[in-house]
């Protein structure tokens, strides 16, 4: 009897407490990113300032702070032009920082008569969606770590915005307060682990995993990288940070055994598991919400290479 009170209990908290971020709100901010006239926000195209404009209009939203200058873009330069990244702050009770980042751009228009654009839904949309629904979920609190969002360019032409803003010195007083980056990438489905789960690439770097998992909350759960032998860790965002010995791993949900939508037109709104996400999002705020630079202090091992 007192099981079921309490599995009764749990179940009630699940669904009763757990959505601060709404399935609505993370469904408009990814079909935002991800509609045709959006044309697949590639690198050097005035759609790409535009998905760029619109996060920054959510970070402002959000009463995020400048990560630098007296704006949320980040200009570098891309082939003689200006590109932009997107970056904004969250104040938290102590100067160390948790960042948050995912890449907004992805590869543009095809040929195919049928469905010419590349919506990039999973890839990356779902992950600045995350990010965005993180900004969300600390917009009225004040966490303990101090949070920065970032939102890359140029990843699909060789992670050209991560290497850029990585090296702006501009923003060195951040990374030098930076206990770790958590880089998510295509996490608009289920994963190979179920619902409320994510991998996380280079797990065997550090104990990162390990000290996530020990205050998840509602059973969310960071699993080991099934697919090791890709390296995905040295070929995501993450590693612009790994280089400066930052505490950087990416974050999935998809499943390379059975994807059949990545670099298709096919990757558009339709393949998103919009609960999923959002219990993902809701939770992860929920497990931040217990971190201090205390009791979270991951590290590298030795088997990281910089
Ligand atoms: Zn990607």
């Known amino acids: 009897m007192k099981k079921l009170t309490y599995l009764t209990f749990s179940l009630f908290s699940i669904f009763s407490f757990a ?30 300032d535009s998905a760029a404009n619109y996060i920054a209009k959510l970070f402002k939203e959000n009463n995020l702070e400048y990560c630098t200058g007296n704006s949320y873009l980040v200009p570098f330069d891309y082939k003689g032009k200006t590109a932009y990244n997107v970056c904004g702050v969250k104040k938290g009770k102590t100067d160390k920082y948790l ?19 590349y919506n990039g839904a999973d890839d990356d949309a779902s992950g600045i969606t995350t990010l965005v629904g993180i900004a969300d979920y600390f917009k009225d609190k004040k966490p303990d770590f101090s949070m920065v969002f970032m939102a890359f360019n140029g990843e699909e032409k060789g992670m050209l915005g991560s290497k850029a803003i990585s090296k702006d010195q501009n923003l060195d007083k951040i990374y030098n307060n930076m206990t770790t980056l958590f880089n998510f990438e295509m996490v608009a489905t ?55 010995k930052i505490i950087a791993h990416s974050f999935s949900t998809v499943d390379m055994t059975k994807v059949t939508h990545y670099h298709h037109e096919n990757d558009d709104i339709n393949v998103v598991d919009f609960d999923n996400l959002t219990q993902i999002v809701n939770n992860f705020g929920k497990t931040l919400e217990k971190l201090n630079p205390k009791n979270f202090t991951p590290k590298y091992n030795e088997k990281v290479k910089f």
């Open 190 to 244: 289920e994963s190979a682990f179920g619902k409320n789960a994510l991998f996380m690439t280079g797990d065997e770097f550090s104990d990162l995993d390990e000290l996530f998992n020990k205050n998840a909350a509602n059973g969310l759960k960071i699993n080991p990288d099934p697919y090791a032998s890709e390296q995905l860790f040295y070929r995501s965002d993450n590693v612009n940070f790994v280089k400066k």
């Open 99 to 117: 960042g948050f980042s995912g890449h907004f751009d992805h590869i543009g228009m095809s040929k195919d008569p049928k469905d010419n654009i």
């Open 19 to 48: 959505q601060e971020v709404s399935k609505e709100r993370l469904h408009t901010v990814l079909e935002t990113l991800a509609s045709d006239e959006m044309k697949g926000r590639e690198i050097g195209t005035t759609e790409n």
